[in-house]
């Protein structure tokens, strides 16, 4: 049998990356087992994974370890390096800025977690954190895994019913929010947002309590008895507060994300075995040093957000930064200015940040230094080499390795990159497996593998310390969705090639998922927004490939009554329906869609149409109506 960790001949890395690939392919058990020592445990674990695939499947690290998130983060920081910066906040106002020491995040963090359990949180409630860029987000996180409850980051941008349905789903018991989030000239009405979403969870709604940060400190209406002014709570608590001792395998947090059928999923990570992947991953793929500043561009409220802005830096005791404004507002070249003023050191971003950045004057980012510069990194979806070279030369100076990594909400942290320092980019490439990680290209049916050269579906073969446990309340889900496609293993969703030295390149997703400029959308969720029209007999999204958000959404949508709907209701459907971060670019009132004789939608057909790929089709003679692709042609061109 091919030797599955080793790697390929001729990929050149550092010799430390070669030992450490060799002692995971030598002793997987004792290698991870290992890893745990990166953490402070209340009792060590014994053993590593318990984990399988096969059957009903079973995600265990660490199992018999206990231990508290919180404390990794901060109190072990607290006694060696009490005064070190854990966190710098700028806010988009000139001059608005904020350090907090690790003395200072331990304090807050103590204060807001001794509130949760004055308001009858207790061990395994789950905390709904729907808060924008400030300080008070990641503070909010660390309180909860410091009482064990288990928070559910909500993002700012869902709609009403989009934050409804992820609260009822949870069952959150608390709500954190703020009363407005500042968006360069605009203020979002979050708290206003929130209200309309517990409204619809009002029957049998499992929320007690709302606390309300003031970020902007206008006035937002309070409910009697259920809100509470966040300052106001922690104003009254102790700056300390004794950890909850957890298990390795209770969960830290739930985070949904889409898949390509049905509702948001509720992915579930462990405590322990996803610190110890955050802290690990963190380290290894940026090459993390002591004094570096970290600046994960993220959203705190995804996956990437938790695991490089909140968890991995601070587990690691490193100083991250976040900055509350946009890249380009007020003007071109903020986020340049925010590297100079604090010395960032790794700038980790997206590629749609860096396709926008491309497009404006280039004098923009040559009149600033970037000098504190070490490492670059992007995540979310496929660099194009251009890019990638774009990235390397203009913000990095040539002086910066850059590190594509690939991951995902269900992987914890970094699975594939090209580890800074260790192992040599390459535009375009998404890089190596991690060491202990590994993969598999299996056929298209799922039963054979690719070994080699060649092109499959991305699987993982074992499991690893970051991976998900389960989905909220849905283990059969969990089963079914990606250990079913590919029997014995862990699909991931996308396909991948691998050259000859082991180099892997990410060919997107295989599934009926699109990636708008990194916002993982689920095509189901947008027919079932759109379907909420009484207008609608039914509808497909597609994906495009878009200049600047790698994609873009494609609705079609088979109206009842011919002039009765029109794109921009149904575009409105979608921002109330998911929110307006998922509002397609175009809407093609149609006749019909292509189906096969099963009354299958041909969506290959649908994406090539959208994208104006007329020239190759392919073989329509399975649709149920050949005719159907003329007409639709014609009703799509009259639109456009
Ligand atoms: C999907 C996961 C990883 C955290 C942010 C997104 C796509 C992610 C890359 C990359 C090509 C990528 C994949 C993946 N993706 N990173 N470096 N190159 N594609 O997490 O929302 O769970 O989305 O994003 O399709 O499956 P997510």
């Known amino acids: 049998m091919a030797d599955r960790f080793s790697l390929p001949a001729g990929a050149v890395v550092a010799d430390q990356y070669r030992a450490?690939?060799?002692?995971?392919?030598?002793?997987?058990?004792?290698?991870?087992?290992?890893?745990?020592?990166?953490?402070?445990?209340?009792?060590?674990?014994?053993?590593?994974?318990?984990?399988?695939?096969?059957?009903?499947?079973?995600?265990?690290?660490?199992?018999?370890?206990?231990?508290?998130?919180?404390?990794?983060?901060?109190?072990?920081?607290?006694?060696?390096?009490?005064?070190?910066?854990?966190?710098?906040?700028?806010?988009?106002?000139?001059?608005?800025?904020?350090?907090?020491?690790?003395?200072?995040?331990?304090?807050?963090?103590?204060?807001?977690?001794?509130?949760?359990?004055?308001?009858?949180?207790?061990?395994?409630?789950?905390?709904?954190?729907?808060?924008?860029?400030?300080?008070?987000?990641?503070?909010?996180?660390?309180?909860?895994?410091?009482?064990?409850?288990?928070?559910?980051?909500?993002?700012?941008?869902?709609?009403?019913?989009?934050?409804?349905?992820?609260?009822?789903?949870?069952?959150?018991?608390?709500?954190?929010?703020?009363?407005?989030?500042?968006?360069?000239?605009?203020?979002?009405?979050?708290?206003?947002?929130?209200?309309?979403?517990?409204?619809?969870?009002?029957?049998?709604?499992?929320?007690?309590?709302?606390?309300?940060?003031?970020?902007?400190?206008?006035?937002?209406?309070?409910?009697?008895?259920?809100?509470?002014?966040?300052?106001a709570e922690v104003a009254q608590e102790e700056a300390d507060c004794t950890p909850e001792v957890m298990n390795a395998c209770d969960p830290l947090f739930l985070l949904y994300t889409s898949g390509s059928t049905g509702r948001p999923k509720g992915v579930v990570h462990s405590s322990g075995g996803y610190l110890v992947w955050a802290g690990l991953t963190h380290e290894l793929a940026f090459d993390a040093q002591p004094d570096d500043i970290f600046w994960c561009t993220a959203d705190t409220s995804w996956i990437t957000g938790h695991t490089y802005v909140v968890y991995g830096p601070l587990v690691n005791g490193a100083t991250v930064l976040i900055?509350?404004?946009?890249?380009?507002?007020?003007?071109?070249?903020?986020?340049?200015?925010?590297?100079?003023?604090?010395?960032?050191?790794?700038?980790?971003?997206?590629?749609?940040?860096?396709?926008?950045?491309?497009?404006?004057?280039?004098?923009?980012?040559?009149?600033?230094?970037?000098?504190?510069?070490?490492?670059?990194?992007?995540?979310?979806?496929?660099?194009?080499?251009?890019?990638?070279?774009?990235?390397?030369?203009?913000?990095?100076?040539?002086?910066?390795?850059?590190?594509?990594?690939?991951?995902?909400?269900?992987?914890?942290?970094?699975?594939?990159?090209?580890?800074?320092?260790?192992?040599?980019?390459?535009?375009?490439?998404?890089?190596?497996?991690?060491?202990?990680?590994?993969?598999?290209?299996?056929?298209?049916?799922?039963?054979?593998?690719?070994?080699?050269?060649?092109?499959?579906?991305l699987c993982l073969s074992r499991s690893w310390p970051g991976q998900a446990m389960t989905l909220w309340q849905d283990h059969d889900r969990f089963r079914q969705t990606y250990f079913s496609t590919c029997p014995g293993y862990y699909f991931t969703g996308d396909g991948a090639r691998r050259e000859k030295d082991g180099y892997i390149w990410i060919t997107g997703r295989v599934d009926d998922v699109v990636n708008v400029s990194g916002h993982r959308i689920g095509t189901a969720e947008i027919e079932d927004a759109v379907a909420t029209d009484p207008e609608v007999v039914e509808s497909a999204a597609v994906g495009i490939p878009h200049d600047l958000k790698g994609q873009g959404l494609v609705v079609y949508v088979v109206a009842r009554e011919e002039g009765r709907l029109d794109p921009a209701r149904v575009a409105r459907a979608v921002g109330e329906g998911v929110g307006r971060y998922a509002v397609p670019e175009k809407i093609y009132i149609v006749k019909d869609l292509p189906k096969t004789r099963s009354g299958k939608i041909v969506r290959r057909l649908l994406r090539k149409i959208a994208a104006d790929e007329l020239d190759n089709l392919g073989d329509l003679s399975t649709l149920s109506d050949p005719e159907c692709v003329q007409a639709l042609i014609r009703q799509v061109a009259e639109q456009n």
């Open 20 to 231: 450490r690939v060799r002692d995971a392919q030598h002793d997987p058990e004792a290698f991870w087992l290992a890893q745990a020592g990166r953490l402070a445990w209340h009792t060590p674990p014994s053993a590593a994974s318990r984990s399988y695939f096969t059957g009903d499947v079973q995600i265990s690290w660490y199992a018999d370890g206990q231990l508290n998130v919180s404390e990794n983060c901060l109190d072990r920081h607290v006694l060696t390096q009490p005064d070190k910066a854990a966190l710098i906040w700028e806010g988009q106002e000139k001059g608005q800025r904020e350090v907090l020491t690790y003395r200072d995040l331990h304090a807050r963090v103590c204060r807001l977690a001794n509130v949760l359990r004055r308001l009858g949180v207790r061990k395994g409630e789950r905390v709904a954190i729907h808060l924008p860029a400030v300080a008070e987000g990641v503070v909010a996180m660390l309180a909860c895994a410091r009482i064990g409850a288990i928070h559910v980051v909500l993002f700012g941008g869902f709609s009403a019913e989009g934050l409804a349905e992820r609260i009822q789903d949870s069952s959150a018991g608390v709500v954190i929010t703020a009363d407005v989030a500042r968006r360069g000239a605009k203020l979002i009405p979050s708290k206003t947002t929130m209200d309309k979403a517990l409204a619809l969870c009002a029957s049998g709604g499992s929320v007690r309590h709302v606390l309300v940060v003031s970020v902007s400190g206008v006035d937002v209406p309070m409910q009697e008895g259920r809100d509470l002014s966040y300052e």
């Open 323 to 457: 900055y509350e404004g946009l890249p380009s507002w007020p003007e071109p070249g903020q986020w340049w200015d925010v590297i100079d003023r604090n010395k960032v050191t790794v700038f980790y971003t997206s590629p749609t940040v860096v396709r926008a950045a491309m497009r404006e004057d280039e004098a923009v980012v040559r009149a600033r230094s970037l000098a504190s510069l070490r490492v670059l990194g992007t995540v979310g979806e496929p660099i194009s080499p251009e890019a990638w070279t774009w990235f390397s030369e203009e913000v990095g100076r040539g002086q910066c390795p850059v590190v594509d990594t690939w991951w995902q909400t269900e992987s914890g942290g970094v699975l594939i990159t090209a580890c800074a320092g260790q192992v040599p980019g390459r535009p375009g490439a998404a890089g190596l497996p991690l060491p202990g990680v590994e993969i598999a290209l299996l056929g298209t049916q799922g039963h054979t593998t690719v070994d080699g050269e060649g092109e499959g579906l």
